[in-house]
């Protein structure tokens, strides 16, 4: 298996367990089941997750230059995530150490290599 493909797994199910988080604690009305607004959440994070032009590179989004979610979107990922992020410790410890691993990655915006690679030529 594909080092960089785990990698977007992984992206994938901290996510999904950070929204079921929140969920579970906001408005879920079936334990462990998101409510039909936080599954279409997954349902739109999982596309642009596919669709980052970063792919199995990709930094976490908060440390990426490209904001692909649309405004509303990115706003509730942003409150998901803080309320989620801290709970991850204990409730996921593993995917919240990989993420804060993740967090150190750095990329350069696609435009910067874009006209670098260009002028180098």
């Not at 942003?78 to 995917?95: D, E, F, H, K, T």
């Amino acid at each position: 298996m594909v080092l960089g493909r785990n990698r977007l797994r992984r992206e994938v199910a901290t996510i999904e367990k950070m929204v079921a988080l929140y969920c579970e604690e906001h408005h879920a009305d079936e334990p462990r089941r998101p409510c039909l607004r936080c599954q279409r959440l997954l349902t739109y994070a999982r596309q642009r997750l596919n669709k980052c032009p970063y792919g199995t590179k990709k930094p976490t989004c908060a440390k990426c230059p490209v904001h692909c979610y649309k405004r509303a979107e990115r706003r509730q990922i942003r409150q998901i995530m803080r309320y989620a992020g801290p709970r991850m410790i204990a409730r996921s410890p593993y995917l919240a150490f990989m993420h804060l691993l993740d967090k150190l990655r750095t990329v350069e915006h696609p435009m910067e290599a874009r006209r670098r690679r260009h002028r180098d030529g």
